[in-house]
T-cell receptor, first 114, second 116 residues
Framework: AQTVTQSQPEMSVQEAETVTLSCTYDTSESDYYLFWYKQPPSRQMILVIRQEAYKQQNATENRFSVNFQKAAKSFSLKISDSQLGDAAMYFCAYRRNTGNQFYFGTGTSLTVIP | DGGITQSPKYLFRKEGQNVTLSCEQNLNHDAMYWYRQDPGQGLRLIYYSQIVNDFQKGDIAEGYSVSREKKESFPLTVTSAQKNPTAFYLC???????????????FGEGSRLTVL
């Protein structure tokens, strides 16, 4: 079974600074999808960014970018110019290309310090 | 607007009672899911369904039941057999992966169940 590991239960960052959240996964497949979701205190899960494994280029969405290292099975999220509204739980998720199962990490709680 | 609607948002139950959580989507997604979220444990899959009238157990299906009679609806029943049902429950749906999309999950706002 696929596993997703987030080794940082908690992280903090100064407002306007940059922070990187780590995620590693275990798979024997070559084609899959990776996601980062944000869960603010409202508990609504929001998609932050997505990455197709067959694409070598790292995905970017405004202040959010990923460092996708396929051989190392690593998928870290970089948040630039951190804002107070970025404070949330962040979950890394994996989806196989075939089938509909998703696998989630245990999350990283991000605190933004004013 | 398209989306996923979960109800109720908060629910209280006495021990020994069954309760049903509603989940409706108007995104025309084929797959639907129920997750349970406890502090420090991330999201755990209870059940998922890929098509109408078919569903599969997830990692923690014991004490839960589901139905998928319509594409838009995937209700979850928490039965009295569930030993520790107090939790936050999230419903989600996803489209099939295609060249145009990555089939990500779309979530409802969640339902908080508390057993008294």
């Amino acid at each position: 079974a696929q596993t997703v590991t987030q080794s940082q239960p908690e992280m903090s960052v100064q407002e306007a600074e940059t922070v990187t959240l780590s995620c590693t996964y275990d798979t024997s497949e070559s084609d899959y999808y990776l996601f980062w979701y944000k869960q603010p205190p409202s508990r609504q899960m929001i998609l932050v960014i997505r990455q197709e494994a067959y694409k070598q280029q790292n995905a970017t969405e405004n202040r959010f970018s990923v460092n996708f290292q396929k051989a190392a099975k690593s998928f870290s999220l970089k948040i630039s110019d951190s804002q107070l509204g970025d404070a949330a739980m962040y979950f890394c998720a994996y989806r196989r290309n075939t089938g509909n199962q998703f696998y989630f990490g245990t999350g990283t709680s991000l605190t933004v310090i004013p | 607007d398209g989306g996923i609607t979960q109800s109720p948002k908060y629910l209280f139950r006495k021990e020994g009672q069954n309760v049903t959580l509603s989940c409706e989507q108007n995104l025309n997604h084929d797959a639907m899911y129920w997750y349970r979220q406890d502090p420090g444990q991330g999201l755990r899959l209870i059940y998922y369904s890929q098509i109408v009238n078919d569903f599969q157990k997830g990692d923690i299906a014991e004490g839960y039941s589901v139905s998928r009679e319509k594409k838009e609806s995937f209700p979850l029943t928490v039965t009295s057999a569930q030993k520790n049902p107090t939790a936050f429950y999230l419903c989600a749906s996803s489209p099939m992966t295609t060249s145009a999309n990555t089939g990500e999950l779309f979530f409802g706002e969640g339902s908080r169940l508390t057993v008294l």
